[in-house]
C-alpha cells in the first residue's frame, strides 16, 4: 500500500501563505485521486481538496480561490498551496490517496494560523 508523507505545516499569520507537500511512495497515477483533508479536535475530517487521476481538481467551498492542489508529473508528490489564510484554517492537514474502494492517510501536518 502506498505510504503517504505530509510536510510544510507551521504556523502562519492571518493572510498569510503556506505550502503543504505530501510525498508518496508509490507512483500517484496509479490511484483514482489524490486529496487533501483537514480536521480540527472534536470535528470530523473535511475534504478541502482533490484531483483525480486525469487531472480535474474539486475543492470545497472554503478552499475555492484560496486554496490550489497540485501533482507533479513525475507522479510522486502532491502539493496543497493556501493563501488568504484565516484562523478558521487551523488544522491537522492529511493527505489522501484512494483507489476504488481502497482509502490510504498520511500521518498529517499541523498548520496554525495566527497572530
Known amino acids: 500500500q502506498v505510504q503517504l508523507v505530509e510536510s510544510g505545516g507551521g504556523l502562519v499569520q492571518p493572510g498569510g501563505s503556506l505550502a503543504l507537500s505530501c510525498a508518496a511512495s508509490?507512483?500517484?497515477?496509479?490511484?483514482?485521486?489524490m486529496g487533501w483533508y483537514r480536521q480540527v479536535p472534536g470535528k470530523e475530517r473535511e475534504l478541502v481538496a482533490t484531483i483525480n487521476v486525469g487531472g480535474i481538481t474539486n475543492y470545497a467551498d472554503f478552499a475555492k480561490g484560496r486554496f490550489t492542489i497540485s501533482r507533479d508529473g513525475a507522479g510522486n508528490m502532491v502539493y496543497l498551496q493556501m493563501g488568504s489564510l484565516r484562523p478558521e484554517d487551523t488544522a491537522v492537514y492529511y493527505c489522501n490517496a484512494r483507489l476504488l474502494s481502497r482509502t490510504y492517510w498520511g500521518q498529517g501536518t499541523h498548520v496554525t494560523v495566527s497572530s
Open positions: 508509490e507512483n500517484i497515477f496509479n490511484y483514482n485521486a
